[in-house]
């Protein structure tokens, strides 16, 4: 069995976050290999598509670890971007598989002095013989994504972008963060670029606010919907106006953007504002507190609101709508969802183009 220190000459670098992956890996190289040149720095693409393009990667890795290096010198082997170990028909093959474990067992048996290996495989499946190996061989650093599924909602997304502007030594204000959400999503390459962006315009003292990202960072159509919902809960007619505009430029159909963006706002709205009178819940809470309150309510008291696939409360526009509801009283809310229901009634009834409804409807929804 290898010792302490043969062990630690393997680093092991994998995860969902396939940017991430690659990042963190061409710094480690750097910091492991500094000024590499031919003879310290032997890189392997890993990069492969069939089970002989595989093969050949795995025995050109075995060979490089029982090279010595050139006059005694220290030298990396560095397996870059190794799509065999993934869940995919050629890891599957059996010849990749027995090479795999040939490999390991290469490793397992001590590495020859002057001799370190970096293995970065993006998206490696952890069921996996090998991937377990190279956890207990040497260093392992793991980069996943949160996994938005059934369980999954839109403050996870904006809880892992807040943890990545800090690592950068940002600050952003809740409502930039919610933007760089519906902009970004799990994009970890285009979320890097956009704090560049973001960092280089304003520096690291300068706290990012929403006004910045959507002067900075494009909009998709997702984010515009977004941007739509967000305009409306500020009571901000001019921003909801010209978001719209915009996502009719995009090709969006005014139904869409009802349906998508502008009644579920005003539904949330309403919801919540009705809540807050009768249980006294504190619009200023955290959004765990405020979860924790809403889950504490008797069942027929929240059984209209809002859902997830999986059953439970969606609380997080629940939440955002809560910090906005003073904005509005119940008065102009139920009003407004009638107003919605009209403007819907009005797209399959009249002739009025769907960018002159929506926008009369905003004015309605948003007018003193």
Not at 164 to 184: I, K, M, N, Y
Not at 229 to 244: C, F, G, K, Y
Not at 312 to 337: C, G, I, Q, V
Not at 350 to 355: D, G, R, Y
Request: hydrophobic share 40%; with cysteine; glycine share 6%.
């Amino acid at each position: 069995m290898p010792d302490k220190k043969q062990r630690s000459a393997v680093y092991f670098i994998s995860g969902s976050d396939e940017a991430e992956v690659k990042t963190k890996a061409a710094s480690l190289a750097v910091e492991l290999a500094p000024g590499a040149d031919a003879f310290s720095l032997e890189k392997i693409d890993g990069s492969t598509e069939t089970v002989d393009a595989a093969l050949g990667k795995i025995h050109e890795t075995c060979q490089a670890l029982q090279t010595l290096p050139f006059l005694g010198s220290a030298k990396l082997i560095w397996l870059k971007s190794a799509t065999f170990f993934a869940d995919s028909v050629m890891s599957r093959s059996e010849s990749v598989l027995d090479a795999l474990a040939h490999l390991c067992a290469v490793v397992e048996a001590g590495l020859p002095d002057g001799i370190t290996l970096l293995v970065s495989a993006p998206e490696a499946d952890k069921r996996r013989a090998a991937y377990k190996s190279f956890l207990k061989f040497g260093i392992s650093s793991i980069h996943d994504r949160p996994e938005i599924r059934f369980g999954g909602s839109e403050d996870e997304v904006i809880t892992w972008i807040a943890s990545r502007v800090r690592d950068r030594g940002l600050t952003c204000s809740p409502q930039a963060l919610e933007a760089l959400a519906s902009r970004v999503g799990l994009d970890t390459r285009r979320l890097n670029t956009e704090l560049d962006k973001l960092e280089t315009s304003f520096g690291v003292s300068h706290t990012i606010e929403l006004v910045d990202v959507c002067a900075l960072v494009p909009a998709t159509r997702e984010s515009g919907i977004f941007d739509v919902a967000n305009a409306i809960s500020a009571r901000d007619l001019p921003l909801a106006l010209e978001t719209l505009d915009q996502l009719f430029r995009q090709g969006e159909r005014g139904v869409g953007i009802l349906l998508a963006a502008i009644m579920p706002t005003i539904r949330n709205l309403l919801f919540v504002k009705d809540l807050l009178r009768k249980h006294k819940l504190q619009a200023s809470a955290q959004m765990n507190s405020f979860t924790a309150a809403l889950n504490r309510l008797d069942p027929e008291e929240i059984d209209h609101l809002p859902r997830k696939k999986d059953g439970t409360l969606n609380t997080y526009p629940l939440y955002l709508a809560a910090r906005s509801a003073s904005h509005f009283t119940s008065t102009e809310l139920r009003r407004a969802f009638r107003q919605c229901a009209d403007a819907n009634l009005q797209f399959v009834t009249s002739q009025t183009s769907e960018s002159v409804i929506l926008s009369r409807l905003l004015v309605g929804l948003m007018g003193r």
